[in-house]
């Protein structure tokens, strides 16, 4: 039998274009978002079919709050009204639900959405969708190393600890990191976790993504050698 390329274990995904997406149709920038997370459902299957254990798709960043007050109030009511309002979805199809981010400066309803998604999809084991929500890398790492600082009076911290002190230590550094819209940065995504990873770009609006991008990203990932460092 041909042996098969790999494909990432961890994929992180920069949800790129939604208000491109709208314009372009002349509606308003919400209904890009809406579209949009008719993507992520696409993807998320997508994902598990080509056999993707970790998805984290960036739905909400620390700098996010810069945007319209009724920007802001929309994406958080969809969060709420789709997270939850989903559940059906994510056991059907045996999604584990997962937050990131500095949740705890949510809106209470969002805060309790994330925790009862979350319980009621834990034993969920096909693939992991992670929603990185008031997320921002850089405050990822600053929160971790206050809570080391929180518990012991030690002068140096090493990188271990950091590690273990991320919001979601269990789970895999991420393999690759790829965003739509053709746009080409981290934007505060995964700083610590993305030491090694992939990064691939795409043109597509994120409201248009689905199995062909799925796919395509597998291919690419597929060529790519990873060194960690090292040689071949
Ligand atoms: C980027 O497009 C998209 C976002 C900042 C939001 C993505 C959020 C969702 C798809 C909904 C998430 C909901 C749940 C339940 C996880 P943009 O607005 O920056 O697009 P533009 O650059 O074309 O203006």
């Not at 790129?16 to 992520?40: C, F, I, Q, V, Y």
């Not at 993807?43 to 319209?68: C, D, H, P």
């Not at 096909?126 to 600082?149: F, H």
Request: glycine share 8%; proline share 4%; with cysteine.
């Amino acid at each position: 039998m041909p042996e098969t390329a790999p494909v990432p274990t961890h994929l992180g995904i920069i949800m790129d274009g939604n208000g491109r997406w709208a314009k372009e149709r002349s509606l308003p920038r919400t209904a890009g978002h809406n579209e949009g997370l008719k993507a992520l459902k696409r993807v998320i299957l997508a994902a598990k079919a080509e056999g993707i254990k970790v998805v984290t798709f960036y739905a909400f960043s620390t700098e996010n709050w810069k945007r319209s007050e009724q920007e802001v109030a929309y994406l958080m009511h969809l969060i709420v009204a789709k997270l939850h309002g989903e559940l059906a979805f994510y056991n059907r199809h045996g999604i584990r639900v997962k937050g990131r981010g500095d949740l705890s400066a949510l809106p209470p309803a969002v805060q309790e959405a994330i925790a009862s998604t979350e319980e009621a999809t834990k034993g969920n084991e096909s693939i992991t969708a992670v929603i990185a929500i008031n997320y921002g890398g850089r405050d990822e790492i600053c929160r971790a190393v206050n809570r080391i600082l929180k518990t012991n009076d030690q002068k140096t911290i090493s990188e271990e600890e950091i590690r273990q002190n991320l919001d979601l230590p269990d789970l895999p550094d991420v393999d690759m990191i790829v965003r739509s819209a053709n746009e080409r940065r981290l934007s505060n995504f995964l700083l610590w976790e993305s030491a090694y990873a992939e990064l691939g770009f795409y043109e597509a609006l994120w409201p248009d993504w689905g199995a062909d991008e799925i796919q395509t990203i597998c291919r690419d990932y597929g060529q790519r050698v990873r060194k960690f460092g090292g040689v071949e």
